[in-house]
């Protein structure tokens, strides 16, 4: 163009006309586009802030759990499984490979792979064959694997320490969440493990995803083959407190029906034997979680890391336990926390209400419930008084080791300086580049990898190029919400990443239809959390609503939503899918509610607050109600389950009276012969969208 | 009066924020340069790629970081939500080419040719969503309804 001949008006007018066509069409493009990012961003916001709510409501009820499992997850000392060695034998290591093969028969129908002791290349492919065809290790394979790994694994420092040296790449890989085909993946693109090819796994092998077992199987394998190049590192959810609410234990207890038991209880010891950290070429520190203000790499390198069985159980303190000692009861002190508690139970940061250093008191708080829980389940005729046992102090770990180690398999690193306690959480903290920088100066080093956070790309840089997240569970909340990745380390100590996503639809989806899975995974999650905390919401809607139209601003509704529900989210730009608004641009609250029910009504009598309760912790009970069930039959007396229901509501702060649990429970005998099939109950309560094309899950 | 209009604008900078905080993953009131394009679009602007330049212009620092900064963004932001007019683009096309759809090869040499033109990338992702792989041709306005539901 530009040429002056004689071009006649028409065409230069349509010329103009298409440059205007197109522009306008890039214009909507581009907006359109935009748009879809925002919804992908704010998707796995919606994922990462229920997800990170969750653990720390975990945290909180950590000392109920430990109660609950002190008292129902050990095997009777009468055990039904005459073949299978008993608990106590298993967790001294008094029994040898040999003994377990005598102990426990493998079937000449069983066709998966047979292993040798020492396992050799063979078997790990073998493993992996079979692993690859859905075929499940024989118990007996299973138990000596895990009996060898203690063995190996005790023989190892807290602090396992590396070298690049002979030109050696190290490949680190972050959480793998039992996502077998990410791990599967990783071996396909950088190769198995050997002495040429050395890897270190930066935890969170377990939980979430359906083949924790497997996962765990093939990293341990590798680990005994190659015991100097395959390096383990414990991840939070190394923790039989966490498997139990997370998934583990519940795929164990499926895959392994008559020796499950057994297999969680040596896996309690193999885990609490595994290293906290690596160090690579005295350079590199890669932990799982982060650091805090007062870690002690020194320290953490001495401490006797198998007395931390489990992070979520806070050590007894000295004091508490001398004074039940003295007076044979459970100190009577009132609990602070759930005097803070309103009906429906809305956790708050323990350590915010209180003035004492923030370390001390969150322990504080958990060891006061836990007397509290104690002396009201013994009244209630639950417990008898002989199963509390008294702590054997050498067996305890102290309250500082504890704590360092919380922090390092915890925390969460933050652009703003300074080290604060991780409300996201609940437990270890945030900490910033100053954090990282004085313990970088301290022991020398030039760089940290960690895990912990799922990041949408696989993997983040953070701290000016000092920190590095690096997480391997590619799909980890939907399929398409993120990719995988893993870390080169040459010689020199500069990192290279890889980034892989599983897939496995045939047919390829676009960007929009890939997003929208995502999105209406994420709101599904956040509307069940909505519906949860429905009677909470509604009163602080009507509250705020002076006018008693049933509407309110954006602005007020906004923020009862985030203080209600204890989420930061952006709830302006997500409000067109949560609730509708008036043509004054007002939002009609109560149409939050539309549209969401449970899956099978509950009788009118049962008043709704509880059945927001039983939404809410339906995860959790169902833990619960599992460990009630002895013989694994789906089903617990009425008796039971009315006093394991009044036990919780008592820890959770939540009053209730006899007669609703009654009710309730009378409401789902649904045959009424005095049993409760809790699944059934369960289901019932699982929260469901008008617009949910199949009943889920 | 006046106390609706600061209201309004309570509210327009509020949205403004918090389509900020989605893509400052860092938490530290910034975003990288490049997003600052999905951010103003998200918050229902039409801008051209030079109107986005001259944006930028206004709200980047005197010397460049590749950072923008939330207190700078937000009166410009403010400004441009409170006069905006978007494109109809319903009404325009409905007006012109009759055949109701147009070819792969015209599409694409449009778009990469004509106005602001694509990236590859860009022509890809719209290929994606818009192309009929059997027949090759696009039924715009087909892809039309599915831009503007979004806008819903």
Redesign the interface.
């Known amino acids: 163009m530009g040429c002056k001949t004689s071009v006649p008006d028409s065409a230069v007018k349509k010329s103009e006309?298409?440059?205007?066509?197109?522009?306008?069409?890039?214009?909507?493009?581009?907006?359109?586009?935009?748009?879809i990012?925002?919804r992908r961003?704010?998707s796995l916001?919606i994922f990462q802030s229920i997800e990170y709510a969750d653990e720390q409501a975990q945290l909180q009820l950590s000392s109920f759990f430990a109660f609950m499992l002190d008292h129902f997850s050990r095997l009777d000392a009468d055990s039904r499984f005459f073949e299978s060695p008993s608990v106590s034998q298993v967790t001294d290591s008094s029994l040898s490979l040999t003994e377990l093969e005598k102990r426990i028969e493998v079937p000449d129908s069983y066709y998966g792979p047979r292993l040798k002791f020492p396992l050799t290349p063979a078997d790990a492919s073998a493993l992996l064959d079979a692993f690859k065809n859905e075929e499940l290790l024989h118990a007996r394979y299973v138990l000596q694997l895990l009996h060898e790994t203690r063995r190996v694994l005790k023989e190892m420092p807290n602090i396992t320490h590396l070298s690049t040296s002979y030109s050696k790449e190290i490949t680190v890989c972050g959480d793998l969440h039992g996502k077998l085909d990410d791990l599967l993946l990783i071996f396909y693109k950088n190769g198995l493990p050997s002495e040429k090819n050395p890897y270190v796994f930066n935890g969170d092998f377990v939980d979430r995803g359906d083949n924790s077992v497997e996962i765990l199987i093939i990293l341990f394998a590798f680990l005994l083959i190659y015991p100097n190049d395959l390096h383990l590192n414990r991840g939070n959810h190394e923790d039989y407190v966490m498997n139990v609410r997370y998934g583990f234990t519940r795929e164990v207890l499926r895959k392994y029906k008559v020796h499950g038991k057994i297999i969680l209880c040596l896996l309690e010891d193999v885990f609490s034997w595994l290293p906290l950290a690596t160090v690579v070429d005295s350079k590199v520190l890669i932990l799982h979680g982060g650091i805090s203000d007062t870690t002690d790499l020194d320290f953490l390198n001495l401490i006797e890391r198998n007395k931390l069985r489990s992070l979520m159980r806070p050590p007894k303190s000295v004091t508490d336990i001398k004074d039940q000692i003295k007076e044979k009861v459970p100190s009577t002190t009132p609990n602070k926390y759930s005097a803070h508690q309103n009906i429906s139970g809305k956790r708050r940061d323990i350590s915010s209400s209180r003035s004492s250093p923030r370390r001390e008191s969150t322990s504080y708080a958990i060891a006061e419930e836990y007397q509290r829980l104690v002396k009201d389940g013994m009244s209630s005729g639950l417990l008898s008084a002989t199963s509390v046992s008294d702590p054997d102090w050498s067996t305890e770990p102290t309250q500082k080791e504890w704590q360092q180690t919380l922090d390092i398999l915890w925390s969460d690193p933050?652009?703003?300086r300074g080290c604060v306690p991780n409300k996201g959480r609940g437990g270890g903290c945030y900490f910033g580049p100053d954090i990282t920088a004085k313990l970088f100066e301290r022991y020398n080093l030039k760089m940290l990898i960690r895990s912990h956070e799922c990041k949408q790309d696989g993997y983040e840089v953070?701290h000016g190029g000092k920190v590095i997240t690096i997480f391997s569970a590619s799909n980890y909340y939907e399929a398409g919400s993120n990719r995988g990745a893993y870390i080169k380390l040459n010689p020199d100590l500069s990192p290279r990443f890889i980034q892989y996503q599983v897939s496995k639809n045939t047919c390829r989806q676009?960007?929009?239809e890939r997003v929208s899975t995502v999105e209406w995974s994420a709101l599904k999650a956040l509307r069940e959390k909505i519906y949860a905390h429905k009677t909470e919401l509604t009163e602080a809607f009507i509250n705020k609503d002076r006018t008693g139209t049933g509407k309110l601003?954006?602005?007020d509704w906004?923020e009862v939503m985030e203080s209600v529900l204890c989420l930061e989210l952006?709830?302006?730009?997500l409000r067109?899918q949560l609730a509708w608004s008036s043509p004054d641009g007002c939002i009609e609250y109560m149409t939050c509610f539309h549209n969401l029910k449970i899956g099978k009504p509950v009788e009118e009598q049962v008043q709704p607050a509880l059945v927001e309760t039983v939404c809410r912790f339906r995860k959790d009970l169902e833990m619960i109600f599992n460990f009630i069930d002895k013989d694994h039959s789906g089903l617990i007396s009425l008796d039971e389950f009315h006093q394991t229901w009044r036990l919780f509501c008592v820890h959770m702060g939540i009053q209730i009276d006899n007669e609703t649990i009654d009710k309730l429970a009378n409401s789902i005998d649904y045959n009424k012969d005095g049993n409760i099939d809790f699944n059934e109950f369960l289901e019932a309560f699982h929260v469901v969208h008008r617009l949910d094309k199949k009943a889920d899950e | 009066m006046f106390l609706f209009a600061d209201?309004v604008e309570?509210?327009i900078e509020?949205?403004v924020i918090?389509?900020f905080?989605?893509?400052d993953h860092?938490?530290?009131k910034t975003v990288d340069v490049r997003e600052i394009?999905?951010?103003?679009?998200?918050l229902g602007?039409?801008?051209?790629?030079a109107e986005l330049q001259e944006l930028l212009a206004e709200i980047e620092e005197e010397e460049p970081t590749g950072y923008i900064h939330l207190e700078k963004f937000i009166p410009v932001m403010r400004k441009v939500l409170l006069e905006r007019r978007g494109?109809i683009?319903k009404e325009?096309i409905n007006n012109?080419n009759k055949c109701g759809y147009l070819t792969k090869e015209q599409l694409v040499k449009?778009?990469t040719e004509?106005?602001?033109?694509?990236t590859q990338e860009?022509m890809e992702?719209?290929l994606?969503?818009a192309l009929d792989p059997e027949t090759n041709i696009i039924r715009y306005k087909d892809y039309?309804t599915?831009?503007i539901a979004?806008d819903?």
Do not use: H
């Open positions: 006309r298409v440059l205007k066509a197109a522009v306008l069409i890039q214009r909507w493009y581009r907006v359109t586009m935009a748009r990012e925002m961003r704010y916001n933050r652009s703003q953070g676009n960007l929009q601003s954006v602005s906004a952006p709830w302006r730009t067109p | 209201r309570a509210e509020k949205k918090e389509a905080e989605v893509f860092e938490c530290n394009g999905s951010i103003v679009r998200s602007c039409y801008p051209t790629e494109p683009l325009y012109e449009y778009m004509e106005g602001e033109p694509f860009e992702d719209m994606s969503a039309i599915l831009m979004d819903a």
